[in-house]
Structures are given as structure tokens and as C-alpha cells.
């Protein structure tokens, strides 16, 4: 299949280099550039340092004077434009009509393990008009459909780099995307076993402390029990709940409380009950 992004006389040098580098994030090569406003836009120092290293997109770019020139091999044209018009194509997100676009040429099958015929001999072309009067509609309505980016109501402006970015990117998404790879090794979960030897452990170190009474333990430990369970617990977490658990146990010691001088030899009577006479 076909990509290829088209930006008409655009005024701003910085905005080529930055669209190369949309661009180059998402898997795509195919700039054209139509009348922009320098003729050495592709060169210029902005446009380089813009670029951010995707340079063989700029090396690869072409400048053409007119937009039938940047058509060649395109069979659906898409128009970028925020400014509604009374007639033309029909108004879309990105991507509800991607959707629709592929799910209609998807319907031709290919040669096997090659995907649909149809869709292979697409030339798709995205069409962005200029950062100072946009798109003209005669070239707005030459286009198979108009793609408008949800954004703020009161605040809609898009930088055109920026709507570069957000439509090959969900062109990307649409063809399949690219595949997520986490830098952070997997966690082990726990297993029943081992989170039901933490909550014994914990079950000691609160009747330690004084939490838990066995005499009435009421739902305290089936309540810890359910929380964990919904905590979908990883093993290295067990070991730092029995660490806690370990470090309650020793403070609620006698030997503990001896040596920190916390014992009272006449405690308080449990709340409820009347003193002595």
C-alpha cells in the first residue's frame, strides 16, 4: 500500500522538518511538498533541526508546483480541514473513516498470507493546506473525504505538524500499528499458597500488636484476605507484607516492649469494664 502525505504551500520551514519527523515515528517516507513558500525549504537550518534525525525523509521528500503533480498512484485523497464548507465530502474523524475505508477493500481477498488484494494497490494521500489560510476548497472537494480532528470547542487550532503527527498516527493504528515492548521485566504473581502463608503471618503479628483479638476475631482476617486477592499480589510483594509482618510481631514482643521500657505494670482495664474496688 501507498502513504503519502501532501502539504500545500506551507509558510513556516520549521513545520516540513517537524512533519519528517511525524512522519518517520509512524513508519512513513512518501513527503511531497506543493508551492511551499521557500524553494529551498528542504535545506534550510530550521527545517533540519526540526527534522530531529529523520533527515532521509527530507532527502527523499519532493517539491512539485502543483497538487495534480503529487497525485500520481493516489486512488483516495484525504483532506485535512477544520473549517466546514456548505458542500463536498463528507466530514469524519480520522479514525471512524479509516475504519470504514479499510473495512470496504478489506473485502477482496489476496493471495494467502498477503491480506487483501485491494487493499495492497491503495494509494492513499493526506492532504494538509497552509498554516496561514489552510485548504482552498477546490481542493478540498477533489478529496474522497474531509478528516477533522476532535479537539477543544472553544480551542481547535492545531499546529500542522502536530495534525500531521495525529493523523499518521491513526493511519498507523488502522494498518495494525506497531507492537509495545515493555522495558519492565513481567511481574511473578503470587499463588494462593504463598499469599495465604502472608496472611497467617500477618494474622501473628497483628494479635501481637494488640489489632487482633482470637477471642473475637469477628471478619478482620477474611476482609485482609479478599483485599489481597483483589491486590492480584506479586511474589516480591509477599516477601515486603511478611517483612512488615515480621517487623510488628518483634515490636509487639514482651522482650521488645522490655527493652524500650513500653511495658506498663498496671494496665488500663479493657474499655467497658468498671475498676476494681
Not at 476548497?137 to 478528516?147: I, P, Q
Amino acid at each position: 500500500m501507498q502513504t503519502r502525505f501532501i502539504l500545500m504551500n506551507t509558510s513556516h520551514a520549521g513545520n516540513v522538518g517537524a512533519a519528517a519527523r511525524a512522519l518517520k515515528t509512524m513508519g512513513f517516507h512518501d513527503l511531497v511538498l506543493v508551492a511551499p513558500r521557500w524553494a529551498n525549504v528542504l535545506r534550510r537550518e530550521e527545517t533540519i533541526q526540526r527534522a530531529s534525525g529523520a533527515l532521509d525523509v527530507l532527502a527523499g521528500a519532493r517539491q512539485v508546483e502543483r497538487l495534480e503533480q503529487a497525485l500520481e498512484g493516489i486512488t483516495h485523497l484525504c483532506a485535512t480541514a477544520m473549517t466546514p464548507r456548505d458542500f463536498g465530502p463528507p466530514t469524519l474523524t480520522p479514525r471512524a473513516h479509516f475504519e470504514t475505508l479499510l473495512g470496504q477493500h478489506r473485502q477482496q481477498p489476496g493471495p494467502a498470507g498477503q491480506g487483501s488484494a485491494s487493499v495492497q494497490q491503495m494509494g492513499v494521500a493526506f492532504l494538509f493546506g497552509s498554516e496561514r489560510f489552510g485548504m482552498r476548497n477546490e481542493d478540498v472537494y477533489r478529496c474522497h473525504a474531509c478528516l477533522s480532528i476532535p479537539t477543544n470547542p472553544e480551542f481547535g487550532s492545531l499546529n500542522l505538524a502536530a495534525a500531521v503527527q495525529v493523523i499518521a498516527y491513526e493511519w498507523r493504528l488502522a494498518l495494525g500499528g506497531f507492537a509495545v515492548h515493555s522495558a519492565t521485566p513481567e511481574p511473578t504473581l503470587a499463588d494462593a499458597d504463598q499469599v495465604a502463608g502472608m496472611l497467617a503471618h500477618w494474622e501473628e503479628a497483628l494479635v501481637s500488636i494488640g489489632f487482633l483479638d482470637l477471642q473475637a476475631p469477628k471478619k478482620l482476617i477474611p476482609r485482609l484476605n479478599q483485599l489481597f486477592n483483589r491486590a492480584s499480589l506479586t511474589q516480591e510483594e509477599i516477601h515486603i507484607l511478611r517483612g512488615i509482618a515480621k517487623l510488628m510481631s518483634q515490636a509487639g514482643s514482651p522482650a521488645h516492649a522490655r527493652a524500650h521500657g513500653s511495658i506498663n505494670p498496671h494496665p488500663p482495664d479493657p474499655p467497658g469494664r468498671l475498676p476494681e474496688a
